[in-house]
């Protein structure tokens, strides 16, 4: 082959890799897929376990076998080199999966050293052809650092994720109870939490109160005394409220407001949540197939901040031949504006997420809606400010004042851009002062104090990131983790019973396990090996330590917490449970690994599926057909209905088929006669019973009646 620097393809093991002879060297190129080693126990030992070594994960699981064929193929193409450059992601991650790929083929161990000859870092945040060269010329010296950092969270994870999950499972045990348990560095923190939200809002006594509001010139006033927990003085207020209202004072002020920052990963999966209802864990595995294509810089990063040197013009030049972003392009560049807003966050490792310019092609619905997220936050960087004229004016009616308040769009800036911005103000008519009006209503609302709120997803990922637990890529999966425990359930976040009985074990018996401050400090020893200054043996011998201590105290007190553990898989059980199996036994909704819904029987595990992303309530009716549970079925934006749970009963056998145009009639008709295991809203009947109330003349208005009941 000629010395042109062009690329051989070849493929050994169903696995492709690529040869370039380039200045008399040849250069190999071979792809890895994810981690290919992973941390397992060495030998035999008891509680609590510490030899621990690296081992080819297709050995440890049986799901990951397809990556042994990237192993061979690395290792035989590796022992033609004598020189080795990690490209992995720039990232601890990356590192550690790359440093042991290295290890393996030199050392043919990889749990020998690391070597230190021959051996470099590429660095790069998008994966276009030009970002990829440039990082090829400019490799670095290795990230040993980061390699020890990232080796001691793993080793460190693993001793205290499978020491203390063995303890729950043994203390289970004793109870005569066998399932799977876990509980991690992070995990216990993150339950802690939502076990306390969950205290909080059980133990909440609402209180009454009342508001006062007026309405005056077609506008909603309330009065000033905001919350009124006397029944009596609002009475009051109501009984001496005059008939006219007079305008004490109309404020106005202009307000700039700036763009918002470019994404860092959990700000995108925050507003990912909002705009889109995505799940943050689908969110960083679109934006990871975004990033992969070489559309969107490395989305796991902590910044906010984007560094001049990503050379903003070709960027948005490139954008201006995306027709849906080519009007936005050209008048950023026509207006020389380069310089865009950036947040507090940084990140020393990538920039703030940002498109690279590259014209995405075949994408899915999901991907063209994160790509265009983050390219319009990104454009939107750029451009000016948007002004609102806010305003706040004061009326009195008797002895009372009342405030509203308002914004009227000045100039639109950025929001022309990011459509996403979602406005909670409204625009107030024209107000003077001194003007009287007639008072339209008065009104007392009685209202109750409300509970804190619970987590969903997304705010429980920020809520981690604001206590520093956990790293921007693993908090989703962390409570992922918890779902699949059912510690937890719902989108907004419960704690089942037998989650809080974990809760509750660790709290009476090892706090450490759910002590905040300690994961932080083991976090922020990680990163100080990450920067040289303390050593990874200190770090795990300390870690040790607390392991060795939790573990003696389970057995210790293995039976007290077996039983705390048992009663509360009970009780979840009964909580979760949505009728009874024919054996007896009681069906409970549980979740899948991979996060799917369905129902087993906890007797004889006969299993039924559940229509995804749903969420079900038992009826306490069983099928006149088959004899199971019926149960109501809530899907987010469509009607809620009720169904069998045997996928196979004879109340679905129509299930899917077309209807007639006589079946469609007559249910307009009988719709109270529904089918076996089904529910369906009396609309049509419904909808005629309003029509009938209009008068004759207004009959085509009155159609539109119906609209609404369907």
């Given at each position: 082959m000629a010395d042109d620097g062009k690329p051989l393809s070849y493929v050994t093991n169903g696995v492709r890799y690529y040869e370039i002879k380039k200045a008399g060297d040849t250069l190999y190129i071979v792809a890895a897929a994810g981690h290919l080693f992973t941390i397992r126990q060495h030998g035999e030992s008891d509680v609590p376990v510490f030899d621990v070594e690296w081992v080819e994960s297709y050995k440890v699981n049986k799901s990951a076998y397809f990556t042994k064929k990237y192993i061979d193929t690395i290792y035989a193409v590796g022992k033609k080199c004598s020189f080795y450059i990690n490209a992995c992601d720039y990232d601890i991650e990356g590192t550690v999966i790359g440093s042991n790929l290295i290890k393996y083929v030199v050392n043919s161990n990889v749990n020998s050293e690391l070597p230190r000859?021959?051996?470099?870092?590429?660095?790069?945040?998008?994966?276009?052809?030009?970002?990829?060269?440039?990082?090829?010329?400019?490799?670095?010296?290795?990230?040993?650092?980061?390699?020890?950092?990232?080796?001691?969270r793993h080793k460190l994870d693993w001793m205290w994720g499978i020491n203390l999950s063995r303890s729950l499972m043994r203390a289970i045990s004793t109870h005569g109870v066998k399932k799977i348990l876990s509980i991690g560095r992070v995990q216990g923190p993150a339950l802690g939490l939502l076990a306390e939200r969950e205290i909080a809002i059980k133990n909440f006594t609402p209180k009454d109160?009342?508001?006062?509001?007026?309405?005056?010139?077609?506008?909603?006033?309330?009065?000033?005394?905001?919350?009124?927990?006397?029944?009596?003085?609002?009475?009051?207020?109501?009984?001496?409220?005059?008939?006219?209202?007079?305008?004490?004072?109309?404020?106005?002020?202009?307000?700039?407001h700036w763009p918002f920052p470019p994404f860092d990963l959990t700000s995108l999966q925050l507003e990912a949540s909002r705009v889109f209802k995505m799940d943050p864990s689908r969110t960083l595995a679109v934006a990871q197939t975004l990033y992969e294509r070489s559309y969107i810089s490395y989305p796991r990063t902590s910044s906010q901040k984007l560094p001049f040197t990503l050379n903003f013009r070709n960027i948005l030049n490139m954008l201006s031949k995306i027709d849906a972003y080519k009007e936005i392009a050209?008048?950023?560049?026509?207006?020389?504006?380069?310089?865009?807003?950036?947040?507090?966050?940084?990140?020393?490792?990538?920039?703030?997420?940002?498109?690279?310019?590259?014209?995405?092609?075949?994408?899915?619905?999901?991907?063209?809606?994160?790509?265009?997220?983050?390219?319009?936050?990104?454009l939107a960087c750029f451009e000016e400010s948007a002004s609102t004229e806010n305003s706040e004016v004061i009326i009195s009616i008797g002895?009372?004042?009342?405030?509203?308040?308002?914004?009227?769009?000045?100039k639109k800036g950025w929001l022309?851009?990011?459509?996403?911005?979602?406005?909670?103000?409204?625009?107030?008519?024209?107000?003077?002062?001194?003007?009287?009006?007639?008072?339209?209503?008065?009104?007392?609302?009685?209202?109750?104090?409300?509970?804190?709120?619970?987590?969903?997803?997304?705010?429980?990922?920020?809520?981690?990131?604001?206590?520093?637990?956990?790293?921007?890529?693993?908090?989703?999966?962390?409570?992922?983790?918890?779902?699949?425990?059912?510690?937890?359930?719902?989108?907004?976040?419960?704690?089942?019973?037998?989650?809080?009985?974990?809760?509750?074990?660790?709290?009476?018996?090892?706090?450490?396990?759910?002590?905040?401050?300690?994961?932080?400090?083991?976090?922020?020893?990680?990163?100080?090996?990450?920067?040289?200054?303390?050593?990874?043996?200190?770090?795990?011998?300390?870690?040790?330590?607390?392991?060795?201590?939790?573990?003696?105290?389970?057995?210790?007190?293995?039976?007290?917490?077996?039983?705390?553990?048992?009663?509360?898989?009970?009780?979840?059980?009964?909580?979760?449970?949505?009728?009874?199996?024919?054996?007896?036994?009681?069906?409970?909704?549980?979740?899948?690994?991979a996060g799917k819904s369905f129902v087993q029987c906890n007797n004889c595990q006969l299993s039924y599926p559940l229509p995804q992303y749903s969420f079900v309530k038992p009826t306490g009716k069983n099928c006149e057909f088959c004899g199971t549970p019926i149960v109501k079925v809530f899907r987010r934006g469509k009607r809620v209905f009720q169904m069998c749970i045997d996928p196979?009963?004879?109340?679905k056998k129509d299930w899917g088929k077309p209807k007639?145009?006589?079946?469609?009639?007559?249910?307009?008709?009988?719709?109270?006669?529904?089918?076996?295991?089904?529910?369906?809203?009396?609309?049509?009947?419904?909808?005629?019973?309003?029509?009938?109330k209009q008068p004759v003349k207004r009959k085509a208005r009155a159609k539109k009646v119906e609209k609404p009941e369907e």
């Amino acid at each position: 082959m000629a010395d042109d620097g062009k690329p051989l393809s070849y493929v050994t093991n169903g696995v492709r890799y690529y040869e370039i002879k380039k200045a008399g060297d040849t250069l190999y190129i071979v792809a890895a897929a994810g981690h290919l080693f992973t941390i397992r126990q060495h030998g035999e030992s008891d509680v609590p376990v510490f030899d621990v070594e690296w081992v080819e994960s297709y050995k440890v699981n049986k799901s990951a076998y397809f990556t042994k064929k990237y192993i061979d193929t690395i290792y035989a193409v590796g022992k033609k080199c004598s020189f080795y450059i990690n490209a992995c992601d720039y990232d601890i991650e990356g590192t550690v999966i790359g440093s042991n790929l290295i290890k393996y083929v030199v050392n043919s161990n990889v749990n020998s050293e690391l070597p230190r000859a021959n051996v470099k870092r590429m660095k790069f945040s998008t994966t276009t052809k030009p970002d990829l060269v440039k990082s090829f010329e400019e490799i670095s010296d290795f990230d040993f650092e980061n390699f020890y950092a990232g080796e001691t969270r793993h080793k460190l994870d693993w001793m205290w994720g499978i020491n203390l999950s063995r303890s729950l499972m043994r203390a289970i045990s004793t109870h005569g109870v066998k399932k799977i348990l876990s509980i991690g560095r992070v995990q216990g923190p993150a339950l802690g939490l939502l076990a306390e939200r969950e205290i909080a809002i059980k133990n909440f006594t609402p209180k009454d109160y009342w508001k006062i509001f007026a309405f005056a010139n077609n506008t909603e006033f309330e009065s000033t005394k905001g919350s009124i927990f006397d029944e009596k003085v609002a009475k009051a207020i109501l009984h001496d409220a005059g008939k006219e209202a007079k305008v004490e004072s109309v404020e106005k002020k202009v307000k700039e407001h700036w763009p918002f920052p470019p994404f860092d990963l959990t700000s995108l999966q925050l507003e990912a949540s909002r705009v889109f209802k995505m799940d943050p864990s689908r969110t960083l595995a679109v934006a990871q197939t975004l990033y992969e294509r070489s559309y969107i810089s490395y989305p796991r990063t902590s910044s906010q901040k984007l560094p001049f040197t990503l050379n903003f013009r070709n960027i948005l030049n490139m954008l201006s031949k995306i027709d849906a972003y080519k009007e936005i392009a050209l008048t950023l560049i026509k207006g020389n504006r380069f310089k865009p807003i950036e947040g507090k966050k940084s990140d020393e490792t990538h920039p703030a997420i940002y498109p690279t310019g590259e014209e995405p092609k075949k994408l899915t619905a999901e991907e063209q809606r994160v790509y265009d997220l983050i390219t319009r936050r990104f454009l939107a960087c750029f451009e000016e400010s948007a002004s609102t004229e806010n305003s706040e004016v004061i009326i009195s009616i008797g002895n009372e004042r009342y405030t509203a308040s308002g914004a009227r769009l000045l100039k639109k800036g950025w929001l022309e851009t990011y459509k996403y911005y979602a406005s909670r103000t409204k625009e107030l008519p024209e107000f003077a002062k001194d003007d009287i009006y007639p008072v339209e209503k008065i009104e007392s609302r009685a209202l109750k104090t409300e509970p804190p709120r619970r987590y969903n997803k997304a705010s429980l990922i920020s809520t981690l990131e604001e206590k520093d637990l956990g790293t921007k890529a693993t908090r989703a999966e962390i409570i992922d983790t918890l779902f699949r425990r059912e510690y937890i359930r719902n989108s907004q976040i419960e704690v089942t019973g037998f989650g809080m009985s974990i809760y509750d074990a660790l709290h009476s018996y090892c706090p450490d396990i759910l002590d905040e401050q300690l994961t932080r400090k083991l976090e922020d020893d990680m990163e100080s090996i990450s920067k040289g200054t303390l050593s990874s043996d200190d770090v795990i011998r300390e870690g040790k330590a607390i392991i060795t201590r939790i573990t003696h105290i389970f057995k210790e007190k293995q039976s007290d917490i077996g039983k705390r553990l048992s009663q509360g898989l009970e009780k979840s059980e009964m909580e979760a449970s949505i009728g009874k199996c024919k054996c007896g036994g009681s069906l409970i909704v549980r979740r899948s690994g991979a996060g799917k819904s369905f129902v087993q029987c906890n007797n004889c595990q006969l299993s039924y599926p559940l229509p995804q992303y749903s969420f079900v309530k038992p009826t306490g009716k069983n099928c006149e057909f088959c004899g199971t549970p019926i149960v109501k079925v809530f899907r987010r934006g469509k009607r809620v209905f009720q169904m069998c749970i045997d996928p196979n009963c004879e109340s679905k056998k129509d299930w899917g088929k077309p209807k007639t145009a006589a079946q469609i009639k007559q249910e307009g008709k009988t719709v109270e006669k529904q089918e076996p295991g089904a529910s369906k809203k009396p609309a049509a009947k419904a909808a005629k019973k309003l029509v009938r109330k209009q008068p004759v003349k207004r009959k085509a208005r009155a159609k539109k009646v119906e609209k609404p009941e369907e």
